[in-house]
Structure formats: structure tokens, C-alpha cells
């Protein structure tokens, strides 16, 4: 079973920019989405981003669209979520999550990380 590390997460401005990154234990198959979630306090899990590997066909969520980018990482077996222009309703934990199709349910998706904290200050 494949596992999910999560990294880049922290305390950050309001309209400053973050990099999480999330590297896979093994490989990531073509046929893979890889996807972003976030929980805020109090809140329940949402979609952010999601990728499909092999098409690289990108999704995002509205709340993010325009100002969150996903896309393969820098080191095989990884994905990034560039975030720019951040928001202090973008303070969550952020959860890395795969699937074999994309969903933008939680319970699409059979493999998650532990989450990074992402903090965004007024």
C-alpha cells in the first residue's frame, strides 16, 4: 500500500503564497487522480484540487480557482499545490489523497496522508 507525506505547510500572511508538496511511498500509476483536501475547524473535509496523472487533466474548486495551481512535483512520485493569494479562510489542515478516479468526495479516494497545517494570519 502506497503512503502519503505531506510537507510545506505553516504561518503565512494574508496574500502570501505556500507550497505543499506530498510524496508518494511508491509509484503513481498513470491511471491514478491525486488530489487536495482541506478540513478547517469546526468544518468537515472539502475538495480543493485534484490531478489525473497520466493526463495531467487539473480540477479545482472555486473557492481556489485562479489563485491554486496542482501539478506533478519536482521529485518523481509527488504533487504540488502552489497557493497564492492566500486567505485567512484558506487556514485548514491540508490533506494529500488518491484514488484510481476523480471525485470530489472524500470517500473517493483510498489512500490519504497525515495533513499539514496551513495558517493564514489577517
Known amino acids: 500500500q502506497v503512503r502519503l507525506v505531506e510537507s510545506g505547510g505553516g504561518l503565512v500572511q494574508a496574500g502570501g503564497s505556500l507550497t505543499l508538496s506530498c510524496a508518494a511511498s511508491?509509484?503513481?500509476?498513470?491511471?491514478?487522480?491525486m488530489a487536495w483536501f482541506r478540513q478547517a475547524p469546526g468544518k468537515e473535509r472539502e475538495f480543493v484540487a485534484a490531478l489525473r496523472w497520466g493526463a495531467q487533466t487539473k480540477y479545482l474548486s472555486d473557492s481556489v480557482k485562479g489563485r491554486f495551481t496542482i501539478s506533478r512535483g519536482n521529485t518523481p512520485n509527488a504533487v504540488s499545490l502552489q497557493m497564492n493569494s492566500l486567505k485567512p479562510e484558506d487556514t485548514a489542515i491540508y490533506y494529500c489523497a488518491r484514488s484510481t478516479d476523480y471525485s470530489r468526495q472524500e470517500s473517493g479516494y483510498d489512500v490519504w496522508g497525515q495533513g499539514t497545517q496551513v495558517t493564514v494570519s489577517s
Open positions: 511508491g509509484r503513481i500509476y498513470s491511471s491514478s487522480v
